[in-house]
């Protein structure tokens, strides 16, 4: 089970910090993402980060957007900064493994992030 949070209503120009954690009886996490879905658009890649924290993130948010994971709580974050309205979207987190009933590829709820003045 995936908790994400941290979206709200943020000015241009602005920083928010998403989290995502996981739950359960999970023996191991191996790559965690941020997607985002803006309306009438289909989901996209924001960025992901591999169990070696190698991470890769769409032309867009390079350089104003940082991933990163805490393994020991199972936990992905999203630093977003200088914020731009046409990031405005919900920002689902996803995360593979494996835990006690085999492989698992998870979503979480959608935490809305709104860039506006």
């Known amino acids: 089970q995936l908790q994400a949070s941290g979206g709200g209503l943020v000015q241009p120009g602005g920083s928010l910090r998403l989290s995502c954690a996981a739950s359960?009886?999970?023996?191991?996490?191996?790559?965690m993402g941020w997607y985002r879905q803006a309306p009438g658009k289909q989901r996209a890649l924001v960025a992901t980060?591999?169990?070696?924290?190698?991470?890769n993130y769409r032309d867009a948010v390079k350089g104003r957007f940082t991933i990163s994971r805490d393994n020991a709580k199972n936990t992905v974050y999203l630093q977003m900064n200088s914020l731009k309205p046409e990031d405005t979207a919900d920002y689902y987190c996803?995360?593979?493994?494996?835990?006690?009933?085999?492989?698992?590829?998870?979503w979480g709820q959608g935490t809305l992030v709104t860039v506006s003045s």
């Open positions: 996803n995360v593979r493994g494996t835990d006690v009933r085999g492989a698992f590829d998870s």
């Open positions: 359960g009886l999970i023996f191991s996490i191996d790559a």
């Open positions: 980060i591999t169990s070696g924290s190698n991470t």
